[in-house]
């Protein structure tokens, strides 16, 4: 299966946590993975979590997996006005190729 | 630290003609990734190559074909352009060793009138 769905938007205030969620369907991916990409702009990785783990902390990002229903999220604490963009999660399909979800804007208002 | 570098960053053709789009990998990378991103769309998997070998093929149309050079640097060719191709391109690079790491160049953005 390649169908990996987010949710189109979510408006957060700024310093608020914001969550981001997304559900795959490929229960054999190896590494799921965040992307953000700003208007314009390329994809950052943001960071990647093993699928044999539950959880994975860096500094603001909060990585959580839930294989059982394959459902994985991203969590950003005290989210500022820079974090506005697009996040795309992605699995790792086959060969390495990433299948990417359809993206959640995140608007941070003041 | 080195980023992909992908030139050009923005290219404007007509239909039916043909683009050349180049990509950089990071150093000591070995694999490409080429990625398609339509307005609003989500990237979608065209072609990877290891080691200037093709490793994975996806939804890439017959009129585009890509390789990968000695220096590791990738091109995609597209011929018969049509509007439907303009999008952003994105390349992307890894190192075999540590392959779940895909970092993404900035893109070329192709226009086709």
């Known amino acids: 299966g390649e169908d990996v769905e987010q949710s189109l938007f979510l408006s957060v205030r700024e310093g608020d946590s914001s969550v981001i969620n997304c559900t795959y369907t490929d229960s054999s991916s190896t590494y799921l993975y965040w992307y953000k990409q700003e208007p314009g702009a390329g994809l950052q990785l943001l960071t990647y979590i093993f699928s044999n783990m539950d959880m994975k902390q860096d500094q603001r990002l909060t990585v959580l997996l839930n294989k059982k229903d394959k459902h994985l999220s991203l969590r950003i604490a005290d989210t500022q006005t820079g974090d506005s963009a697009i996040y795309f999660c992605?699995?790792?399909?086959?060969?390495?190729?990433?299948?990417f979800g359809t993206g959640t804007r995140l608007q941070v208002f003041p | 630290a080195a980023g992909v570098i992908q030139s050009p960053r923005h290219l404007i053709k007509e239909k039916r003609e043909t683009a050349t789009l180049k990509c950089y990998p990071i150093p000591r990378h070995d694999t490409v990734y080429w990625y398609q991103q339509g307005p609003g769309q989500d990237p979608q998997f065209l072609i990877s190559f290891y080691e200037k070998m093709q490793s994975d093929k996806g939804s890439i149309p017959d009129r585009f074909s890509a390789q990968q050079f000695s220096d590791y640097h990738s091109e995609l060719n597209m011929s018969s352009l049509e509007l439907g191709d303009s999008a952003l391109y994105f390349c992307a690079s890894s190192f075999s060793g540590s392959s779940y790491e895909q970092y993404f160049g900035p893109g070329t953005r192709l226009t086709v009138t």
């Open positions: 992605a699995e790792e399909w086959d060969t390495d190729k990433l299948i």
